[in-house]
């Protein structure tokens, strides 16, 4: 089996499509312009990896749930244009193996197309500086730690949970709120209790993905994950 490329653009689908034939170790079996067409190749032809962009017309995010539903073994490569923290803790979490910006240099794809069929994940330069920025651990990211079961948050766990996003420590919180850093550290600990989730990472990534903060206060936030 070889690779399907999913992108709603003609131009990039004949683009990647190029760059990919010359390298003779790679095998182009399809491309798909929108979810249905991607998913009926996948079901008729098989594929190994697909290259995506989940953000262009015709496609989501949910794609990625479905295809691997039908095929585990199919590794993503999402090439979006995109990059904020969110699309990508959000990509990682369906099942996104690297991810690499539409800007990046041909190279840069093609490695990271290489090193995905070999098993290993690959970020080009730009995504590797918005993770660095904001202290994400890609390997630490529960991809099973939500579930559609509801989250009972009280207001002032929600409160704490802003702060800690926006990358507040826990005396800055408790000056801030006019409690005991004690306080503060129990709320913590039950926050991640309930959420799930191992350390503040994961409150980050909770934070942002329920919207509760935009990433870009936590991106640039110097404390954030500390």
Same mark, same amino acid.
């Given at each position: ?7 709603? *653009? ?7 499509? &190029? ?10 079996? #399809?491309?798909?312009?929108? *979810? /249905? ?27 990625? +749930? ?27 979490? +369906? #099942?996104?193996? $690297? ?16 090193? &995905?069929?070999?098993?290993? !994940? ?9 993770? /660095? !920025?904001? @202290? ?10 939500? &579930?559609?079961?509801?989250? =009972? ?6 409160? =704490?949970?802003?702060? =800690? ?6 005396? /800055? ?6 409690? $005991? ?17 191992? @350390?503040?990472?994961? =409150? ?11 990433? @870009? ?8 994950? *500390?």
């Amino acid at each position: 089996m070889g690779i399907i490329i999913a992108d709603s *653009n003609d131009i990039m689908r004949i683009g990647l499509r &190029t760059v990919l034939s010359n390298d003779s170790s790679l095998t182009i079996v #399809g491309d798909a312009q929108n *979810n /249905q067409e991607l998913l009926d190749q996948i079901k008729s032809f098989g594929a190994s990896m697909v290259l995506i962009d989940f953000t262009s017309q015709g496609f989501d995010i949910n794609i990625i +749930s479905k295809v691997l539903k039908y095929d585990a073994s199919v590794k993503f490569v999402a090439i979006t244009p995109d990059q904020s923290a969110q699309t990508l803790v959000d990509a990682i979490r +369906s #099942g996104v193996i $690297s991810y690499v910006k539409k800007d990046c240099e041909l190279s840069e794809i093609l490695d990271a197309v290489k090193e &995905t069929k070999k098993g290993n !994940r690959f970020f080009c330069g730009q995504l590797l500086e918005t993770i /660095q !920025r904001a @202290n994400i651990d890609v390997h630490d990211i529960d991809v099973d730690g939500f &579930t559609c079961e509801a989250v =009972i948050l009280t207001e002032r766990e929600t409160e =704490i949970i802003k702060f =800690i996003a926006e990358g507040l420590t826990n005396i /800055q919180i408790a000056e801030s709120l006019f409690l $005991s850093t004690h306080t503060i550290n129990t709320h913590r600990k039950n926050i991640m209790s309930k959420l799930g989730v191992r @350390n503040t990472a994961g =409150i980050v990534m909770y934070a942002v993905k329920t919207e509760l903060v935009h990433p @870009n206060k936590f991106l640039f936030a110097p404390n954030a994950l *500390n």
